[in-house]
Nanobody, 125 residues
Framework: VQLQACGGGLVQAGGSLRLSCAAFGFTLGYNTIGWFRQAPGKEREWVSGLRRNDGREYYTDSVKGRFTISRDNAKNTVYLQMNSLKPDDTAVYYC???????????????????WGQGTLVTVSR
């Protein structure tokens, strides 16, 4: 069982990136997916989630209207489209999968069983 995240890079403020998270060894569509990020010196924070039972999307307030989470079941891959990026979005981004469906647990790092390796997003001013 493995998650592989990619798509990070260096982008100017206002730019866009799309992160991908591919699953190997299990079916991503049966799981709740979370995207988290961790900036230097800060704790890992939840960014977005896609609930497994109904596909509902959730976002932390700071990214609402700018980020979009989506899933391609045929490719067993989840995406995080990030638009209007800001320097404060700079962080290592992680995808994770689990079985929780209650939002409070979806927002917690403890609510996930498998994690990708992280991909660095750097937004310059």
């Amino acid at each position: 069982v493995q998650l592989q995240a990619c798509g990070g890079g260096l982008v100017q403020a206002g730019g866009s990136l799309r992160l991908s998270c591919a699953a190997f060894g299990f079916t991503l569509g049966y799981n709740t997916i979370g995207w988290f990020r961790q900036a230097p010196g800060k704790e890992r924070e939840w960014v977005s989630g896609l609930r497994r039972n109904d596909g509902r999307e959730y976002y932390t307030d700071s990214v609402k209207g700018r980020f979009t989470i989506s899933r391609d079941n045929a490719k067993n891959t989840v995406y995080l489209q990030m638009n209007s990026l800001k320097p404060d979005d700079t962080a290592v981004y992680y995808c994770a999968s689990g079985s929780r469906t209650i939002l409070s647990t979806m927002r917690s790092v403890n609510g996930y069983d498998y994690w990708g390796q992280g991909t660095l997003v750097t937004v310059s001013r």
